[in-house]
């Protein structure tokens, strides 16, 4: 289960502090009570050289992350900022919010022409790419579509940057990416690998792999806050599942930083120390809410989903970056004949055949490796 809490009241930010695992941390800010750990303070000198002056597009700008990201990057001074979303409605609401020199443009990434279009006419150079089926357990139900949005809408934003001169483009992957057990973490592995097969030229690659999100608006959380109010149980997957939380904030300064540091396709994680008992976390929430008295109900892992995801493989080697909070690695090089099997794979997820697409994934990431769903002791 992926839910995320509603954004608390906060006081002002403090400079991050490294977290001590000798002693008792007991941040006093209730997004870090949350996550068990201080909120680390992202895209400062570094990002506002990189986006200063610029021209900025963002795919997906209408998502938790891209719009969050638009916010960060806006007053970061860029020479233009291009917002590319496939829902009309929610890309003016978005343009109006912002006060600089936006440009909107509606697009589904699935469409290639219509992506190089977008590109070629507002000529960035940064590309930040948000746009994508996040949902593990959608992407499951159905791998056609999750391919189609993840993987073929990333290799035509890819082939639009490299064609049109972008000097950067940063991919927002995920960290269920590392040692995919699931669909949706390998389309997200997949990408990472998209990235190395196009590096070479004057265009830059970076990939980010993010871990669940909170801090932001989503229909889940007014149900979430309902239950615990009214004395419902909450549904959690498992008693020992654990993740990576990490706020909007955070995932939005990331890709900035990410722009600023990419040189051969790494991809960057934000050092988030241990993953979160999602147990532990709903009792905080509750206690936040001066609720402590909750009841929680498991209904076991689903398909593809993990008891707890890891920001790096076992095999993948960690690289320091000029941030202390901030760790790299460099894939290794992609398999042979990775751009045939990826043809292969359109052509399945256009036909709707989701075995096929399964078995293709499968021989294109040798580390995919499927899991069934798992009932609770």
């Given at each position: 289960m992926r839910w995320f809490p509603p954004r608390l009241p906060r006081p002002p930010q403090r400079p991050a502090t490294?977290?001590?695992?000798?002693?008792?941390d007991v941040p006093r800010d209730p997004l870090a009570?949350?996550?068990g750990r201080d909120e680390v303070v992202l895209s400062g000198h570094r990002g506002r050289r990189t986006v200063r002056g610029r021209r900025v597009l963002v795919t997906?700008?209408?998502g938790t992350i891209g719009s969050a990201l638009c916010r960060q990057v806006e007053p970061l001074g860029p020479a233009a900022l291009c917002l590319l979303?496939?829902?009309?409605?929610s890309l003016r609401r978005l343009g109006r919010e912002l006060t600089g020199r936006v440009t909107l443009a509606e697009a589904d990434?699935?469409?290639g022409e219509r992506v190089d279009q977008v590109i070629r006419d507002a000529r960035p150079e940064l590309l930040f790419?948000?746009?994508?089926?996040?949902e593990l357990a959608e992407v499951e139900r159905d791998p056609c579509r999750g391919v189609a949005h993840n993987v073929l809408g990333t290799r035509h934003v890819l082939r639009g940057a490299v064609r049109n001169g972008v000097q950067c483009l940063v991919h927002v992957s995920s960290d269920a990416a590392a040692e995919p057990t699931s669909v949706f973490g390998a389309t997200m592995r997949l990408c990472e690998l998209l990235l190395q097969t196009a590096t070479g030229g004057p265009t830059c690659f970076a990939a980010v792999r993010v871990g669940d999100v909170i801090g932001g608006p989503a229909p889940l959380l007014a149900v979430l806050a309902r239950r615990i109010a009214s004395g419902e149980a909450v549904t959690v997957a498992h008693p020992e599942a654990a993740r990576h939380f990490m706020?909007?904030?955070?995932?939005?300064g990331l890709l900035i930083e990410a722009a600023a540091l990419a040189e051969e396709a790494e991809t960057f994680v934000l050092d988030m120390g241990s993953p979160v008992p999602v147990v532990d976390l709903v009792h905080r929430y509750a206690e936040q809410l001066r609720l402590p008295e909750v009841t929680i109900r498991f209904s076991g892992l689903g398909p593809g989903e993990k008891l707890a995801e890891k920001a790096f493989s076992d095999s993948e080697r960690r690289l320091r970056t000029v941030h202390p909070k901030i760790w790299a690695t460099r894939p290794a090089a992609p398999p042979a004949g990775l751009p045939r099997l990826v043809d292969a794979l359109e052509a399945a997820a256009g036909a709707g055949d989701p075995d096929q697409v399964r078995l293709l994934l499968r021989r294109l990431l040798p580390e995919y490796r499927p899991i069934r769903p798992v009932r609770c002791p």
């Open positions: 490294a977290p001590d695992a000798t002693a008792p009570r949350l996550m997906g700008a209408c979303d496939r829902d009309g409605g990434v699935r469409d790419h948000t746009a994508g089926q996040n706020t909007l904030e955070e995932a939005a």
